[in-house]
């Protein structure tokens, strides 16, 4: 299955609802700058050989969590430089993170990234909401874990041909690669 096929296979959510596959972590300091919050969503089309959390491919498992009590319990949380959407793969559900993220950046004053399967220039490509979500991030991870590729040494990524792209906020366009 190519990459347009894959993002295609978007999630069917019940309308204000989230699906995810842990708790929500707070003090994460590996997911991106500073002490962060993560939301880990339940979902995954891409089937990386070497993927350490196999377990979150389903998209019927995990749970379905409501976005304003996702919302409410992130309020709670002290101290968090921003917010990142881990995965499996929030780009099957890009509605529900946008409507997080753009309102953490706007009540908490957070900074959002996001980790995708996805390429950058695949989630352009397909538009809609996928890019739309990608518009509220500012900083994108992207492309999947490639376990030739590994290298342990990458911040925040896993293998080699990964990005640390540094997005303008609203826009989208890439402000810089590391
Ligand atoms: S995109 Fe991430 S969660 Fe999905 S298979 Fe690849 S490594 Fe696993």
Redesign the pocket.
């Known amino acids: 299955m190519d990459a347009k096929a894959k993002i295609s296979k978007q999630m069917d959510l019940p309308k204000g609802m989230i699906r995810l596959s842990a708790p929500i972590e707070s003090d994460n300091i590996v997911n991106g700058d500073g002490l962060r919050a993560v939301l880990w969503t339940q979902g995954?089309p891409?089937?990386?050989v070497g993927?350490?959390?196999?377990e979150?491919?389903d998209y019927e498992k995990g749970h379905l969590a409501g976005i304003k009590d996702v919302i409410t319990e992130l309020s709670y949380l002290n101290g968090q430089a921003g917010l990142t959407f881990c995965?499996?793969?929030p780009f099957v559900q890009p509605k529900a993170c946008k409507e997080i993220a753009d309102y953490v950046r706007e009540h908490f004053g957070w900074n959002v990234w996001s980790?995708s399967?996805f390429t950058y220039e695949q989630i352009k490509e397909f538009g809609g909401e996928p890019w739309e979500f990608l518009k509220s991030l500012d900083a994108l991870i992207d492309g999947?874990?490639i376990l030739k590729q590994r290298d342990l040494s990458l911040k925040y990524r896993g293998s080699k041909n990964q990005r640390l792209l540094h997005l303008e906020y609203g826009t989208g366009k890439i402000l810089s690669i590391e």
Do not use: Y
């Not at 993927?51 to 196999?54: A, G, I, R, W």
């Open positions: 995954c891409n089937g990386c993927c350490q959390n196999p979150t491919w995965g499996g793969e980790f399967g999947p874990f």
